[in-house]
């Protein structure tokens, strides 16, 4: 949502400006630039990127249009996803959880959160740590281990589409200089047009620069920034689960465990501990 009140602002106030200072938008409307800016990145893109980066960035530049930022009753649906798991385990035992974990989508442990059920990154992350931690028998080191593995790659490929965006933005301003210069060989070549013929052939060159940059720093970084957020978010995600396994792994109660994996939440979206604690009492 705010990915399209964005566009709608950057396009607004450029316009804006550019009709406050009495500008005539048909000099702007080059599709010849546009074309040769536009189809040039396309074609750079697809000549860096093999199938899979293309498909992650293209996941990329979707989400930023949908993905919502995990706020407070997400951290909670989380945590009490966990202290279920937690108390299960203690009272049953570790291989109590397997059932649930080898079936999460009918378990009566995750089905009541909907966006633990919908998170698949989180889900199989924490799946995956149980059925491991209940098979193998390892020591909490070794298995501090094997998480940090786990979410490391995680980050790292969900980080190949913030490079590519990146990398396709930082593209922009130099195609809109490839485009301006074929403008000014056009205008070369017709040096001996009269004045009005020659300065449109020139705005239409400026006018590549100006579409170049404009889409590099006005729209493509942005989606960038938006999809590194993102990111950054599911990581935080996954370290919250880290953290009240590996405490649980450790040796800790099921509710001291629960509130160090509190306290690895964002401050702008913690729960208190009240809070907290009322809502795993409601359950």
């Known amino acids: 949502m705010f990915a399209i009140i964005g566009l709608v602002v950057v396009i607004g106030c450029v316009a804006g400006g550019y009709m406050m200072a009495h500008g005539n938008f048909s000099v702007l409307w080059q599709p010849a630039e546009f074309l040769i800016i536009l189809g040039a990145a396309i074609g750079t893109f697809l000549i860096a990127s093999p199938v899979k980066v293309i498909k992650l960035t293209m996941k990329g530049f979707a989400s930023a249009f949908k993905a919502k930022a995990p706020g407070k009753d997400e951290y ?99 195609l809109g200089i490839v485009a301006c210069v074929l403008g000014v060989v056009i205008t070369m070549g017709a040096l001996s047009e009269p004045p009005e013929i020659l300065g449109k052939h020139i705005g239409a060159a400026l006018v590549g620069t100006f579409f170049g940059i404009l889409m590099a720093y006005g729209f493509v970084a942005p989606f960038a920034t938006n999809v590194e957020h993102q990111v950054r978010d599911q990581h935080t995600l996954l370290t919250v689960a880290k953290t009240a396994i590996m405490s649980f792994a450790l040796g800790w109660a099921p509710a001291l465990a629960l509130e160090a994996a509190r306290r690895a939440v964002p401050s702008s979206a913690r729960p208190t501990f009240e809070e907290l604690e009322n809502a795993v009492r409601k359950k």
């Not at 035992?93 to 633990?116: C, D, M, Q, R």
């Not at 209940?134 to 998480?147: N, Q, V």
């Open 76 to 174: 909670l649906q989380l945590l009490r996803t966990l202290y279920d798991l937690l108390t299960l385990a203690k009272h049953e035992g570790i291989i109590a959880l397997e059932s649930h974990a080898n079936k999460p989508k009918e378990s009566s442990i995750f089905t009541p959160y909907p966006f633990v059920i919908k998170n698949h990154h989180v889900l199989d992350f924490i799946c995956d740590n149980v059925k491991t931690y209940a098979m193998a028998g390892m020591e909490p080191h070794e298995f501090e281990t094997l998480m940090d593995i786990d979410m490391d790659s995680h980050h790292e490929e969900e980080m190949i589409a913030v490079g590519s965006i990146n990398k396709l933005a930082d593209s922009m301003p130099a």
